[in-house]
């Protein structure tokens, strides 16, 4: 049975949503998004959104119930994805996180503060399937990962009921069908020991 379990430290469980929204296929990000649900991780518990988007006239900002998570997260997830949100000098807004829908028709997550209402929307879904990349697999990923991911064809992201230009572009991870906006659910992250 030893051979079931993985050998690698675990860094973090929980959920990675993304939503990266383009006028064409093959085009410019008008929008980028990435939304944690962290239930384990050296941060603690906690949610966080990075954002970078046309509605924010292409500022980053960061949303957090949880600094610790929102600045551990910047460290050693997001520097592996995208080092615009790295920038620690960005201040973590004081954010609510809600979530609602069923994951098979639709999936909304709502991040609020007394000044902002970010939605993100997922809908129109295809086949899920799961990802696996050993630590060290890919140039530039010191963590592997184990994820379910949910594509979804169509997406959309509000702020304060703006709606952020650009659409899910079709997306291929090895042989599956995804998209460039998806639900990643039973996320782990983990690295050698």
């Known amino acids: 049975m030893a051979d079931m379990v993985d050998p690698n430290e675990v860094r973090m469980t929980g959920e990675n949503s993304f939503i990266r929204l383009a006028g064409e296929q093959g085009g410019t990000e008008t929008t980028r998004a990435s939304h944690w649900r962290i239930l384990y991780s050296?941060?603690?518990?906690?949610?966080?959104?990075?954002?970078?988007?046309?509605?924010?006239?292409?500022?980053?900002?960061?949303?957090?119930?949880?600094?610790?998570?929102?600045?551990?997260?910047?460290?050693?997830?997001?520097?592996?994805?995208?080092?615009?949100?790295?920038?620690?000098?960005?201040?973590?807004?004081?954010?609510?996180?809600?979530?609602?829908?069923?994951?098979?028709?639709?999936?909304?997550?709502?991040?609020?503060?007394?000044?902002?209402?970010?939605?993100?929307?997922?809908?129109?879904?295809?086949?899920?399937?799961?990802?696996?990349?050993?630590p060290n697999a890919r140039p530039g990923r010191p963590l592997g990962i184990y994820s379910t991911f949910v594509p979804a064809r169509k997406a959309q992201l509000t702020l304060n009921g703006e709606a952020a230009t650009g659409t899910a572009q079709s997306d291929k991870l090895g042989d599956a069908v995804s998209s460039t906006c998806c639900l990643a659910w039973s996320e782990s992250w983990m690295k050698e020991r």
Do not use: C, K
């Open 42 to 134: 050296p941060g603690g518990q906690g949610h966080a959104l990075f954002l970078q988007s046309d509605v924010t006239d292409g500022d980053v900002r960061i949303y957090s119930d949880n600094i610790a998570v929102a600045r551990w997260l910047q460290d050693e997830m997001e520097s592996m994805f995208f080092p615009a949100f790295t920038d620690q000098t960005i201040p973590v807004a004081e954010a609510e996180f809600t979530a609602s829908g069923d994951g098979i028709n639709h999936w909304t997550e709502t991040i609020e503060t007394p000044y902002e209402t970010v939605s993100m929307a997922w809908h129109d879904f295809v086949e899920p399937f799961v990802i696996q990349s050993a």
